[in-house]
């Protein structure tokens, strides 16, 4: 009925409110203006001396976006990239682009225009042509120099055009705006990407009333985003809430990355990974990198391909590894000259027992080294199977560790063995690693210029279900360096899937953990020492170490650990879908005196949140090292669309 305030009128002027604090427009005019409205900043005074806000063309700042409050949907995320692309002229004024590639979660960019000047920014609007109301209202002050607590525009714009007919009369409605931005002030701020001690937290605020011209009815609505940036760095975190009627929704964006001054910080874009993987791939992907560029190894319609791609995922090598089509469970690593990739096929195809594990070589091109596989470890007489495998090495060959039932004791053993960058393998290989009488699985391995560690996943039977974590020294040459291994932790409900890096001095050891709630999966780890022995830094192994990644109603799954040069990089997956608050792909910042960077609630999101209504979700991440960078790589869903996606980490 003509008149009445529906939800399309109330859909109509959330999207009007939604747009009209920092978007929208690039024309002007006055529309009744009272109030400090409409202005340049001063060309003159002392500038933006601590460089809050960047507009050097090719900064750049990679965003998580989430949304709440939409009747009838679920919470809703994307990824957002902001560039600084150049300049141009708008209204009069010589101003900055901002390049947004996903300003809405419709994958349509919009370029938003700014004025800095030596006294201060002004805002001039957008290209997006749908918002018909800010060219109305801009250009306006967000910021004066020096920064300084206080208003710095307020105004207020009547009779506006809407620039739609909401009720069906043939007219277009009015708009009635007041607009206030103000600097708050200055405070710290902590995200997942970071703590920042000194943050500008500016505010801005856009209120008034949409009035139907058949009736004369307004539709009020209000919307206040507030912004956080800091020095040297630029916008960090912003949230908006917008009221139209008693609808609310909010929106939360807070960086994952950035770019300024040429530098990469944190996270970088998504990657697309150019394999077409199985339509059910059972096995998460392999990763490694020659320093350079990298290799990923996963399942396929073709069997088990590898490719070398650059930085940037651009294909460089293609080559099937084997054309055993099912679950090879591959695992990749760098030798100095070649890649190694290593799978462990069933006897009978997709069935039966695995009773070998088979190695390829591969050129840092990709090409295939040898016609056939190495055959590096075959069960022995008292064995039924192998089961997961861990490959890593040093300077002079790597160790390559699994596990294998033993039918005697029914336990699974850990056994190694040395691998050479000639393709074969050490004299009276394979050794045992760990085959006391209990099970061990999930063996991770780090190098550390001497030896390498093994760790693992232990159960006091085959049966038992909670485990604890323990680790061990190999020598390059094939032996154990400890005469023990050493408990890294043991509480209750149990730990499990450990990863684990050397940082030069000491190890840190991550793993899923159930001490808290034995249904939602939290992630702890602890610093390891070499020397005469092994020492646990963070101990004791019964207070099972310090707190990574806590809280949420998601369990996390599959922690991987890597060192960037000067700090260390857990990544995992927050598993499932959005509707039961999984997150994706999230990592945090450890510092190498044992804390994470933030508090172990926060987290970086290095992907959106899967999505809620398909059976798309994010499986396990892999990581691989270059140079001070880390190379994250994951797979996402598990249908026909599966596919493999990549970011680049870099330090702070």
Known sequence: MRGAVGSACVGAVMA????????????GGDGGASGNGNNLPPATGPGDTENFFPVATGDTWSYYVTTTGLAGTEPSSFLDTVTVTGNRTVLGAQATVFLETDATGTGLPIEGYYDKTAGGIAYLGTNDRTDVVTPWLVPYEMARFPLAAGTIAQFTKGGLSFGEDLDGDGIFEKVDVTVTTTIAGFEPLAIGLGTFPRTVKATETQSGNVTLSYSGTSVLFSSTVT???????????????????????????????????????????????????????????????????????????????????????TVLGTATVSGTVGPVY??????????????????????????????????????????????????????????????????????????????????????????????????????????????????????????????????TSSGATAASILATRISPSGASVDASPLLV????????????????????????????????????????????????IDGPATSGGFAIATGGTAPRTAPRVAFDGSEYLVVWTSSGYAGNGAQGVQATRVTTAGAPAVPSTMAIAVTGAPLATTSAQYDPPVVARRGNTIFVMWRLGQTPAARLQASVFAPF
């Open 489 to 536: 932790a043991a509480t209750a409900n149990g730990q499990y899937q450990p990863s684990v890096a050397f940082d030069g001095t000491n190890y840190l050891v991550a793993w899923q953990d159930l001490r808290t709630n034995p249904n939602v999966a939290e992630i702890f780890g602890a610093r390891v020492a070499p020397g005469a022995t092994l020492a646990l």
């Open 330 to 459: 591959p695992v990749a690593g760098f030798d100095g000259t070649n890649y190694w990739v290593t799978y462990t096929p069933y006897s009978n195809g997709t069935s039966g027992s695995v009773t070998q594990v088979l190695a390829h070589r591969l050129s840092a091109a990709g090409a295939l080294q040898e016609a056939g596989p190495l055959v590096l470890a075959s069960i022995t007489s008292s064995q039924a199977s192998i089961g997961l495998t861990a490959l890593a090495f040093g300077p002079g060959g790597g160790l390559l560790a699994y596990t294998a039932f033993n039918n005697t004791t029914a336990q699974h053993e850990l056994w190694g063995v040395i691998v050479k960058p000639d393709g074969t393998t050490g004299a009276g290989e394979p050794f045992p690693i760990a085959t006391d009488n209990s099970t061990h699985l999930f063996p991770a391995i780090a190098f550390d210029g001497s030896n390498f560690l093994v760790s693992w996943q232990q159960h």
């Open 16 to 27: 009007l409110a939604l747009l009209g604090c920092g978007g929208g427009g690039d024309g």
């Open 227 to 313: 912004r956080w940036s800091a020095p040297g760095v630029g916008l960090l975190r912003t949230t908006q809430d917008t009221t139209v009627q008693s609808m609310t929704v909010g929106t939360l964006m807070e960086a994952r990355g950035y770019v300024v001054g040429g530098t990469q910080h944190g996270f970088g874009d998504v990657l697309p990974i150019a394999m077409t993987l199985a339509q059910t791939p059972t096995t998460t992907p392999t990763l490694a990198s020659d320093g350079t560029n990298f290799l990923a190894a996963a399942e396929t319609p073709a069997g088990l391909v590898a490719q070398v791609f650059d930085g940037r995922g």
